[in-house]
């Protein structure tokens, strides 16, 4: 009889500090790393074909023709798709209207030399004198 009563608060104390998900997680390493934000849900696939988040941009996603395993993300609710400019879950009227960054938060271009440039070699020590 004791050990009911052991197993019984051993049980409501597990289900005490369980803490659920309700909208899910992104799981790394099978531990849920954060859970999803208000007005998303968990995507997640053991090993499958991932269909990508439907964006402003391609609202109508189809599978890829790749496997992938062990993936997770958070996508948003139907009928709302991922504004990719902003990063938000927006009803397709209120899209922005590229649905892409913005060119001034891209970052600049590399600024090396180029190609017909000749590239600068770097001077010889000053303790290392030439041999004539």
């Known amino acids: 009889m004791k ?3 052991v197993v019984c608060v051993l049980f409501g104390l ?9 909208r899910g997680c992104i799981y790394i390493l099978g531990r849920c ?10 995507y997640a696939l053991g090993c499958g074909y991932k269909t990508p988040e439907a964006t402003c941009k391609q609202p109508n996603p189809v599978a890829e023709d790749y496997m992938l395993c062990d993936f997770s993300d958070c996508y948003c609710d139907p009928p709302t798709l991922r504004d990719e400019s902003t990063g938000k879950c927006v009803l397709k ?7 892409h960054t913005p060119a001034t938060t891209l970052l600049p271009p590399h600024e090396g030399p180029k ?6 070699t ?6 290392k004198k030439e041999q004539p």
Request: charged share 25%; with cysteine.
């Open 3 to 5: 050990s009911i009563v």
């Open 14 to 22: 597990a289900s005490a500090l369980t803490v659920p998900h309700s």
């Open 33 to 42: 790393h954060e859970e999803c934000p208000e007005g998303t849900h968990a």
């Open 93 to 99: 009227e209120n899209c922005s209207k590229d649905g």
């Open 115 to 120: 190609p017909s440039e000749k590239v600068p």
């Open 122 to 127: 770097p001077e010889k020590p000053a303790d």
